[in-house]
């Protein structure tokens, strides 16, 4: 039966774990559980062998096709094409095998996440042990800035507040006590007197009983989630399906033209020469190189906007996303607690910056205060200066970024009166400190005493309602005046207006004291100064981004395990919704069925107080639906729902090393706004493949109809002899080197500019649709009609000449043909200097055959005369007007079809 640790006072802990709250375990009750327990560490990843990541690369069907194509070739002696093919697949594997490889080298153990060394108390004695040598019963002491090293119940506290973001994605510091928690359902963030294993000790002090260690502990448990089997992303199934069409297609036409060209008279050895020759030649072998290019351009590309790629073929993936599922904290917040409103002198103020940044600005009324105006706003700047002289963090820049050390809601308090130009070491000289009462959950309050030119002054800064309670006085005009009901209630309104925007209000106040004994009476007949309200703030560019998805087609949706009102705070500022019906708890959550869930999850923007298992719920809810999901996030409660996810996308500054290892893509910035960006980048990417095998097929069709026909219809040559329009040496030329160069090139097109103005595309949509092959096929035969009118004009004087005619006809036309293709997502002939490169390198090389003696031996070619250029030429103009046009009535007909 499962043990609710929360709900059991410590004399019944004590009880079943048979420990001693003073003395500790002893050695051998140690020593036995760890035997029992086992080492406290997380379960770790599998890891696999370099010759294992190595070997994956050639796992895929058209890698298994041109292996079978490179022995056939080389069984037949054609020695070029077998090597040309042999490159090809080992240069595949090597670009993927270095990518992944890299990846997972760059990515440390998550490991790192717990503490090493703990302190503990056994055989009475306190000791420091190795963290993963701590068993359930052992007593831990904790001090600030430790790391828990396992779950355990609080049994003692001073001050105690731990920082859960990285568990729960709550950014507020969490309040810890011993007391008992009756509740027996309850969120992770809400049970205050557990500590979780690799949460932090923000300040104070406490002891614990420890109650669970290894993969029992909340973070062991989401640890244990992420060993599901990856599945294959889109593209790879989709290659898949391509390989098989492929070849049963190539090996079906193969086979038709063997047994014509039998019944027409060829013999056996030169049919079958010509056939196997075509079976490769029309198996686009380029695929996997140009897949592979494209997605390694991809993912050079996305480095440079601070994208780090794990995996290769989760870069297209990316570009089908319908959904992205994103944390708050840390994500679309900056996990940095921000002063953005303040109330003094009966007035309100706005603070603009965001983050720990000390740069920003107060205004009033929208009109920009100056930090000279101080006499005009002297309430202003001493209610900022009791915030930095009540207060025990410190701001700090380290290596050009700014830091807070301790509290991180005293952070914002000293990151506000920075803005105004009030510095806390120069301020502490001036009010050296004498003594200080310490924050207590219970008192909800603390107070410094320091000293000033005129005596000692008590600074204090509390919840609200108990400022106000024990004030009698309130600072306005500069002057301390009665504080009547009448200002109680402008207090209590202007925080309850606070309050309804999701900030988080503190009150400051101060009193002159005389030398007595330091206690909480002092605490009363305060002068209320003032009210600062904070929060955690989106960042600056989430919302920009987040309008890029909407026009793009993708779904927002937020999922944290914050406050519903801070949640909805943040989902209305940064436009996911207008509507707090679209904002569900983990606790509503749990009354819907999974099944019910398919269809919820439709008309839900925000999900608040949510756990793993919720976000893991949600994201296999929209995947059940048809949805391609990214999830985002940084907390370790964000790792299970990463790797449920199609793809991952974890924060590389603020990111749990947990998080990193579950996921596909790590932002180095933690900026939403380089997802988007990722996002269109993997829809560059799938346009080129699919630019690819348009381009290609069309070609390869056209080459396979021309010998069809020409096999078909019983060609003769001049003498009368049979005739096929292309010689299989001929056929391997036009696909290695005039077909291979322009095709690999198109892996380097810039992309559409109009990408992000498309819907996603379905994950489920085929490569290869049935419209798709029809419009392969209708530019085939356009293609093959060219060169069939080259053909005819060339045997009227010879058979070398139709070849030289035909063959040099289809290098002008799958020139052509490239360019047709790239028009139809908006990129200019000159927009790729790989592709002018290898436009013009095709020409050079195929007039080098037609010209040069030693190749025209080879290759069976005669030398063209002005009259061959001119026919090749207006055959190569007619199929660009032809083909141009048939090309726009398909896309008028694929936008009406998908309601563009």
Known sequence: MKKLWWNLSIKEIVQILKTDIKEGLTSEQASERLEEYGLNKLPEKKRFSILFIFLNQFSSFIIWVLIGALIISGFLGEWVDALAIGIIVILNAIIGFFQEYKAEKSLESLKKLTKPMSKVTRDGVLQTIASNQIVPGDIVVLEAGDIVPADGRIIHSIQLAMQEASLTGESVPVIKNSDVLSKEELPIGDRKNMAFMGTIVVRGKGTIIITQTARKTELGKIASMLSEEEEPTPLQVQLRHVGYQLVAICFGIVGMVFLFGILRGHGYVSMLLTSLSLAVAAIPEGLPAVVTVALAIGVRRMARKNAIIRRLMSVETLGCTSVICTDKTGTLTKNEMTVRKMWVNNKNFDVTGTGYEPEGQFLIDDQIIKTDDYDDYQELFFALKIGVLCNNANLIQKNSQWQIVGDPTEGALLVAAAKADLNKKDLEKGYPLQDEIPFDSDRKRMSMIRDDQNGKILFVKGAPDVICDRSTNIFLDGQEILLTEEYKKNIMQANDSFATQALRVLAVAYKRITDQEIDESLEQDL?????????????????????????????????????????????????????????????????ITDEDLKDKVQDIAVYARTSAEHKQRIVKAWRAGGKVVAVTGDGVNDAPAIKSADIGIAMGITGTEVTK?????????????????????????????????????????????????????????????????????????????????????????????????????????????????????????????????????????????GHTMVLTCFVALELVRVQMVRSQYNIKLFSNFWMVGALISSLILQIGIVYIPFFQRIFSMVPLGIIDWFVILLIAVGVWIVGSLIEKFFIKIDNNSNGV
């Not at 560019?541 to 779904?555: S, T």
């Open 527 to 591: 002068v209320f100064v003032g009210l600062i309200a904070m929060i955690d703030p989106p960042r600056p560019e989430v919302k920009k981004a987040i309008e890029k998805c909407k026009i793009a087609g993708i779904r927002t949706v937020m999922i944290t395990g914050d406050y519903k009102e801070t949640a909805v705070a943040i989902g209305k500022e940064v436009g996911l919704f207008d509507d707090e019906s679209l904002a569900f708890t983990g606790a509503e959550l749990d009354q």
């Open 661 to 801: 290892e579950a996921s596909d893509m790590v932002i180095t910035d933690d900026n939403f706004a380089s997802i988007v960006n990722a996002v269109e980048q993997g829809r560059g990417i799938y346009d080129n493949i699919v630019k690819f095998i348009n381009y290609l097929l069309s070609a390869n069709v056209s080459e396979l109809l021309i010998i069809f026909i020409g096999t078909l219809f019983a060609f003769k040559d001049s003498a009368g002899n049979p005739y096929i329009p292309l010689l299989p040496i001929q056929l391997l030329w036009l696909n290695l080197i005039t077909d291979g160069l322009p095709a690999l090139a198109l892996a380097m097109d810039p992309i559409d500019t109009q990408v992000m103005m498309r819907k996603p595309r379905n994950s489920n949509e085929k490569i290869i649709s049935l419209f798709f092959a029809f419009r392969v096929l209708v530019m085939g035969i356009i293609l093959a009609l060219g060169g069939l009118i080259a053909c005819h004009f060339g045997l009227r004087t010879s058979a070398k000449l």
